[in-house]
């Protein structure tokens, strides 16, 4: 990494830059974990993924074998904890390195990191590759692994529903992380406290619409409550007001914020699940790439 601001770690100390990407990938784990509905089969969002893609776009391309064997023994271990079959975990580890590395590889010879969440087109960009085009190809091989080892039935549901879910985690994880790592100390100290004041508030607004309207619909039969789309006009205003990195650093607040809570009683079925999912993906992209004009 070059001395503007980016996390020089990841140039300088790759053996400890892997260390730190295989303990992400482990609270990853175990977030997706957590985000599982009791009665369900799905996360409502997988970070694992999401989190390795993110630093292996921070890191030097030859650096990269590193996280994958940093990677490899956490994931096997997290997946045979729980219960996970040796062959199963083996072709989930495949799946899910494929589709990180293979969206680093692509954003990184498409666009720079400087480029990616600044502009239009990386945006664009981002949102074709890393959060549609490889969770896509890789869902096809996911599935297939899953019904390949017995894991489970219906190869489109389950293709449906891990790109619902990675496509999400890549959507709310990565442009925070990256933005955030590549951003100069400089440009944190010319900020107005004012305008730190404004975003703490709006943090605090967006927090306080979730926990109403999910409050509100605690007792109502309907799972997914139509006040989920008041928090449409707060992520605008993070868009106008904050740019990229705002918009993103408030959307993985909001985000985590409606999946906890969802998770406590809202979401039933796959069908909330998948409702939910594919608002907060519509609501993500939207809010980034409206940023991004802005700017």
Known sequence: MHHDGRV???????????????????GGTHIGLLLTPSNLAVSLMWPPNALLLALLLLAPMRHWPWYVLAVLPVHLLTQLWHGIPLLTSAGWFVTNISEAVLGAYLLRRLRSIDELFH???????????????????????????????GMGQGYWDLWCHRFASNSLAMLTLVPPIVTLASSSVASFRVVRPARYVEGGLLTLAALFVIN????????????????T?????????AAVRFG?????????????????????GTVVSIDDVLALQLFLLMLSGLSLSLAVVIS
Do not use: C, K
Not at 120 to 148: C, N, Y
Not at 212 to 227: K, V
Not at 251 to 262: D, E, F, N, R, Y
């Open 8 to 26: 020089i770690l990841f140039a300088t100390r790759p053996a400890a830059a892997a260390l730190l990407t295989a303990a992400a990938y482990w």
């Open 119 to 149: 502009t239009f087109v990386g945006v664009l960009l981002f949102l074709a590759v890393g959060v549609a085009g490889t969770t896509a190809l890789t869902s096809f091989l996911d599935a297939a692994v899953v019904v390949g080892t």
């Open 212 to 227: 109403w309207m999910f409050a509100r619909h605690a007792t109502a039969q309907a799972s997914i409550p139509e006040l």
């Open 229 to 237: 789309y008041t928090v449409l006009p707060l992520m605008f205003w």
């Open 244 to 264: 990229p990195m705002g918009v993103s650093l408030v959307q993985l607040v909001s985000t985590a914020a409606i999946l906890w809570t969802a998770l406590n």
